[in-house]
């Protein structure tokens, strides 16, 4: 059971900025658990990249969970999240996107967008669960399978009125 949301009786989660020597294991994970993975340039990206970042969830040095943001003015975007399946259900993704919208708040974004196949009802469960709405719904955004892609946002509660 978890206590606090980051250590449980058995196993340790850490959380930190992914950098170059995770990209291969970020990159097994991508290719197991999605049907069009990014490819490794992707994520070399995410480390390099202006705007670009990512974190991993690691237990005693393995990574189990990934995600990864971009940030261009005011807009946030999840690009991608991902939790090895035998740790499902412990809250690594809500760790990882708790530590992601932290970052956009403090770069003052303003809302933060992902997309996600209509029929991934596990990430629309997650996304609804923390908050974001659907936008619209964008035809035929994905490959390997052709799937349109709901288009969801959340929106920053930032009280701006200077007093
Ligand atoms: C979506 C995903 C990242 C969630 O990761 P996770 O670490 O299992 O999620 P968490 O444990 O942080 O879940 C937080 C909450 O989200 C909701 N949720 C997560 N997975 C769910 C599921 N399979 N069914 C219903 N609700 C779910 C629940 O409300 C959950 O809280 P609870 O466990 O207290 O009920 C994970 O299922 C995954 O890696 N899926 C494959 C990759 C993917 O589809 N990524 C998104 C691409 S758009």
């Not at 059971?1 to 950098?19: L, P």
């Not at 990014?38 to 670009?52: M, N």
């Not at 003015?73 to 999240?81: K, P, Q, S």
Request: hydrophobic letters at 40%; aromatic letters at 10%; charged letters at 25%.
């Amino acid at each position: 059971m978890i206590s606090d949301g980051v250590h449980n009786s058995v196993q340790r989660i850490t959380y930190r900025a992914m950098t170059e020597p995770d990209i291969s294991a970020v990159v097994a994970l991508e290719k197991a658990v999605f049907p069009d993975p990014w490819p490794r340039s992707a994520f070399v990206d995410v480390v390099t990249a202006p705007g670009w970042g990512g974190l991993v969830a690691e237990i005693d040095g393995t990574v189990v969970g990934y995600a990864c943001y971009l940030i261009v003015d005011v807009e946030a975007h999840l690009t991608n999240i991902a939790v090895a399946p035998e740790h499902r259900r412990k809250s690594v993704a809500r760790h990882l996107l708790e530590r992601i919208l932290s970052v956009a708040d403090g770069q003052l974004c303003e809302f933060i967008l992902l997309e996600v196949r209509p029929s991934n009802h596990e990430a629309l469960a997650f996304y609804r669960k923390h908050g974001f709405k659907v936008l619209y719904q964008r035809p035929n955004y994905y490959r390997r399978p052709v799937e349109d892609a709901i288009v969801m946002v959340k929106y920053f509660d930032r009280d701006d009125t200077e007093t």
